[in-house]
């Protein structure tokens, strides 16, 4: 039986005909109606989350995982503002998620009323598509909801929300089935087999091309840049840009120095990084890079030699650098028997380090760059990795994660829903040591304390707690071996090691490992 609120049936029915099998759930009252037809409906899989920040980030996880819309579901008042950090990072990864807050009515809103605010747009420019649900008294209303709900729901690429208002009673169950809803569909556009076609042969005339993919990442780039230093024969004078964001600041204001940038995404967004922009293409950059790798390998051009001899030459030198006790040599160690793309990578220090060792797909929240849902991302991720069409197995997932991020968003490990597949691989030098590498800022007598948040704090008891196995090592033997069982340990519950680092070594090796590659 489902709720007696006819929106929130039209919004049930609706979501499964658009496609939405996946929802988190969010606990609260005024939401009850969306979550018991969530639950109810056979098509949905419902995944409980407490923390309504982290389900957001959870929901982003499995859409990523699962290449499809993901929806998470919240109460009224400040459940909802808690998904804006996850809604951010969605929007500027163009991953579909679909918010759902349940809401008090109209009347009701600030007249001090509990758990009341203004919900309609709270998530601002974040959603590509904000609708805020009619309860629906004749068919006229009732047209209205369906069309609003499909407004939001035919969004590809984008999050959007959808506010429920939702009157009392709340606890009625007396509806036998979801009724039959008009769908309306979207016929996307993408670049046709013309346009594709001129992007390639642009991009072989060109003197210099560079073909750059954004987000996931873009391995040993930063240290080639930094190797040429201001050698203007490795300038290019036509980029085409795919992906999403790039890590390297340093290969952004190389970048910068090229004549004109052709960008291919799927939106059609004005993304202007490098400040030369001349042409955006909406459609998809991945089958475009394939095209123009295929034809490089018909017709190789020098300039792509010339970069690739230099790019070979630096991975070679990565490979041949042996680092000291530190995070880097722990990065690197995983990075040599991870051996699969399941991996993700927290923002600051850990991602800037997969840039140096891992060659292959990684995900980051590199959207906003936020530390705050890495964990939460990486374990949505892994509670639906064996639905993703990606792969059909059951194989791990894994976060390398730095002390800060993990333990802002340590809510995520509390989950009935992460199984032995979940993987993580804690950076922990007791503070955040990006901020150990930025110039000028030693001088500020803040730095330790207030700017890099040092601390004194270990995950044991957070395992603990959240019936996690817990591992730590403190030297390169305790790490290696930790590493191995990280990776290789058959489990039902999700395993935690934890690498102790002395913050102003990981710093020296870092800055050690750059100064060997101009030898």
């Given at each position: 039986?489902?709720?007696?609120?006819?929106?929130?049936?039209i919004l049930t029915s609706l979501l499964v005909a658009h496609g939405v099998r996946h929802a988190v759930c969010c606990p609260g009252s005024r939401n009850s109606p969306i979550v018991h037809n969530l639950n109810m409906c056979p098509d949905i899989q419902c995944y409980p989350v407490t923390d309504e920040r982290s389900a957001g980030f959870y929901a982003l996880g499995m859409s990523q995982c699962l290449q499809e819309p993901v929806a998470v579901c919240v109460t009224s008042g400040t459940a909802l503002l808690n998904l804006a950090p996850s809604v951010a990072e969605a929007y500027y990864q163009h991953i579909p998620l679909v918010v759902?807050?349940?809401?008090?009515?109209?009347?009701?809103?600030?007249?001090?009323?509990?758990?009341t605010l203004p919900q309609p747009d709270a998530l601002g420019r974040f959603v590509r598509k904000a609708v805020s649900l009619p309860e629906p008294y004749d068919d006229e209303t009732r047209w209205h909801c369906n069309r609003l709900v499909n407004e939001a729901l035919i969004v590809k690429h984008a999050p959007v929300h959808i506010n429920v208002p939702i009157s009392e009673p709340l606890f009625d169950y007396s509806v036998p089935e979801l009724p039959v809803e008009r769908k309306i569909s979207l016929i996307e556009s993408d670049a046709s087999a013309i346009t594709q076609s001129h992007v390639v042969r642009m991009f072989l005339q060109a003197k210099k091309?560079?073909?750059?993919?954004g987000q996931p990442m873009n391995p040993n780039m930063d240290e080639a840049v930094y190797l040429i230093g201001d050698d203007e024969r490795y300038v290019p004078d036509f980029v085409l840009y795919t992906g999403g964001s790039i890590v390297s600041k340093r290969l952004k204001r190389f970048l910068r120095k090229a004549k004109e940038t052709w960008a291919v995404n799927r939106t059609g967004e004005i993304n202007d990084t490098f400040q030369n922009l001349t042409y955006v293409i909406q459609g998809d950059g991945d089958v475009i890079a394939d095209l123009i790798r295929f034809n490089l390998e018909q017709q190789p051009h020098p300039f792509v030699q010339q970069w690739d001899e230099l790019l070979e030459r630096v991975r070679s030198q990565a490979a041949a650098y042996e680092p000291d006790y530190s995070q880097m040599a722990a990065v690197?160690?995983?990075?040599?028997?991870?051996?699969?793309?399941?991996?993700?990578?927290?923002?600051?220090?850990?991602?800037?380090?997969?840039?140096?060792?891992?060659?292959?797909?990684?995900?980051?929240?590199?959207?906003?760059?936020?530390?705050?849902?890495?964990?939460?991302?990486?374990?949505?991720?892994s509670v639906v990795s064996h639905l993703s069409p990606l792969t059909s197995d059951l194989s791990k997932v894994f976060c390398v994660i730095g002390d800060l991020s993990f333990f802002y968003d340590q809510n995520a490990l509390w989950n009935q829903n992460l199984k032995g597949n979940f993987r993580i691989l804690l950076l922990n030098n007791g503070k955040g040591g990006i901020f150990n590498l930025l110039r000028g800022l030693e001088q500020s007598p803040a730095r330790d304390k207030y700017v890099a948040a040092g601390h004194h704090t270990s995950a044991e008891g957070i395992c603990l707690q959240n019936n996690v196995r817990y591992l730590k090592a403190t030297n390169m033997e305790e790490m290696q071996q930790g590493i191995d069982t990280l990776l290789y340990l058959e489990s039902d519950r999700p395993v935690l090691l934890e690498v102790f680092t002395d913050v102003a070594e990981d710093e020296r090796v870092f800055k050690d490992y750059y100064k060997t590659l101009k030898l």
């Open positions: 039986m489902y709720s007696s609120k006819e929106n929130v049936n759902i807050s349940a809401d008090r009515p109209q009347a009701w809103i600030d007249q001090l009323d509990g758990q091309p560079m073909l750059i993919s690197k160690c995983f990075e040599a028997k991870v051996g699969h793309d399941r991996v993700h990578y927290a923002n600051s220090t850990a991602i800037r380090l997969a840039n140096i060792y891992a060659h292959h797909h990684v995900y980051c929240n590199r959207g906003v760059n936020g530390i705050d849902g890495s964990l939460s991302t990486a374990a949505g991720f």
